[in-house]
């Protein structure tokens, strides 16, 4: 089962510490997603994802950080944080675990503009924590086969299976200017760009959205951060006894 950390006790702390020695740190962001999507939108995939994964590998869950790294997002919505900012919040949440003798920390980034404060996360940790201390950075679209976008078919989907009530699909539009390059030609890490490179915010379609995908893309996230997490060496007894029952359910071989 999964421990989410806002509703505990210290007594339920430290019961739940002679289980478990993994926590979860989502990250995500608020800023804009188009007409269609709450700002809220990484932050709600991000609280979402760590909530599933660590129900299956009995984990804390820490609140999820809903400041992020946005300020390619000028003039429209966003409210940021600096990179060193931003490190500095979740170095000393991972200081403040290890104090509370948490052993295993994933930090779930649902927001591409932190990959440039959480990259450096573990040298900036390094010194600060026990040795038998282990911290990893995952950014959750790297789990998936298809390719990422910004409030398009993607998000949208994701959301739509998460939180439908918060989503206006008769707001959806797609970007206003076309995008004819790679998306690596795009420089999308400049104050002010995304809305210059796309019109209006958006990077995708998000009329080909639907929950269906949203279910389809949320197991092949959660699926393939249980496999990463495995690999990783966390709870690998418990993952191994979660996935064995779960294909003696369905029957696999």
């Known amino acids: 089962m999964s421990v989410p950390v806002f509703s505990m006790s210290e007594y339920d702390f430290k019961a739940a510490l002679k289980k478990t020695k993994l926590a979860i740190i989502p990250v995500g962001s608020l800023e804009q997603h188009g007409n269609h999507l709450p700002v809220s939108t990484d932050s709600l995939i991000a609280e979402y994802i760590a909530r599933t994964v660590a129900e299956k590998v009995n984990a804390f869950v820490l609140p999820v950080i809903s400041y992020g790294v946005s300020f390619e997002h000028k003039p429209m919505f966003n409210v940021s944080l600096r990179n060193s900012t931003l490190s500095t919040m979740i170095c000393d949440a991972c200081v403040s675990l290890s104090e509370n003798r948490v052993k295993e920390i994933i930090i779930l980034n649902c927001h591409h503009g932190n990959m440039g404060a959480l990259q450096y996360v573990a040298q900036e940790l390094h010194g600060r924590l026990p ?7 995952i950014h959750y679209w790297h789990l998936m086969n298809s390719e990422f976008d910004h409030a398009g078919e993607v998000e949208t989907s994701l959301v739509l299976a998460i939180a439908p009530e918060l989503v206006r699909m008769d707001r959806a539009m797609p970007n206003s200017k076309k995008l004819s390059k790679l998306k690596a030609a795009y420089n999308t890490n400049v104050p002010g760009s995304f809305p210059k490179i796309t019109g209006n ?25 249980l496999k990463t997490i495995s690999e990783l060496d ?18 696999c071989r």
């Open 131 to 137: 040795k038998d201390v282990r911290v990893h950075t």
């Open 201 to 225: 915010g958006v990077w995708g379609d998000p009329r080909k959205a639907t929950v269906a995908k949203g279910e389809k893309w949320i197991k092949e996230i959660t699926t393939g951060l």
């Open 234 to 251: 966390l709870n690998k007894i418990l993952i191994y006894a979660y996935i064995a029952l779960t294909c003696r359910y369905n029957k």
